[in-house]
């Protein structure tokens, strides 16, 4: 065989060789960050629904620095970001203080930020996420809830995933607020029957405790 011949086999093996590991890299790359968001929901579920009330703040100190090394180690996706602002809200929610404004204001900036890289990352939480802060966070000059702005990105979220059980949760515990009861008892019995997460077994069962609670709140109203 000729020496160009075999000159241009080696090339094109070559070449073959360094795209096949191209993809090799890239799908190890995605199932790492797969793997590291579904370990961070599950510590954030069990963190939320089943640890001790004198024991969260530690708990969720210790997911906040998980969350923030998973944002450095990927930089260019909006999962850790979400992930990161889910947990700091929680955080604030659950163990409230004086430092609980500044977690939510972190929140925020956090979930803007996965919103510029990608706004349909993880079936819409960006836009849950937003819409419960804004409604729950005290207004101005406190901080900057503001129920119209809730209200839009908790559309927006269900218009993304108008079955999934949190944005059918939040935008019936906003209508509560609102003082909207029957459309409340809608959207929280939909979440309620929202299909199971196969992946998140004590989330979907927490929330669900949350939900019939909410009912029960509003049940003679």
């Known amino acids: 065989m000729k020496r160009a011949t075999m000159k241009k086999i080696s090339i ?15 799908t190890a790359y995605a199932a790492s960050l797969d ?5 961070l929901q599950k510590e954030w579920a069990i963190a939320n629904y089943q640890t001790d009330e ?3 703040e ?3 100190e210790a997911l906040t620095i998980k969350a923030e090394e998973l944002v450095n180690s990927f930089p260019d996706k909006a999962e850790p970001l979400i992930w990161n602002a889910i947990i700091v809200s929680s ?18 900036e956090l979930l803007l930020a996965a919103e510029k890289i990608n706004p349909d990352a993880l079936h819409g939480s960006i836009y849950t996420s937003l819409g419960s802060l804004y409604y ?11 129920d119209e702005q809730a209200e839009n990105y908790l559309k927006k979220a ?12 939040f935008y019936g515990d906003f209508l509560i607020e609102q003082d909207q009861y029957d459309e409340a008892r809608k959207y929280l019995n939909k979440a309620l029957n929202a299909a199971d997460r196969p992946a998140r077994p004590i989330a979907d069962k927490g929330r669900r405790a949350e939900i019939q609670a909410k009912l029960e709140k509003i049940k003679n109203k």
Do not use: C, H
């Open 12 to 26: 094109t093996l070559t070449t073959g060789l360094a795209f096949f590991a191209l993809i090799i890299n890239a």
């Open 35 to 39: 793997d590291s968001i579904l370990e």
């Open 54 to 56: 004198s024991k969260t």
């Open 58 to 60: 530690k708990a969720f």
């Open 91 to 108: 955080d604030a929610g659950k163990n409230g203080g004086l430092s609980a404004l500044g977690k939510v204001k972190k929140a925020r």
């Open 136 to 146: 729950q966070v005290p207004g101005w000059p406190l901080g900057f809830g503001d």
């Open 158 to 169: 269900l218009s993304m995933n108008p079955d999934g059980i949190d944005p059918n949760y």
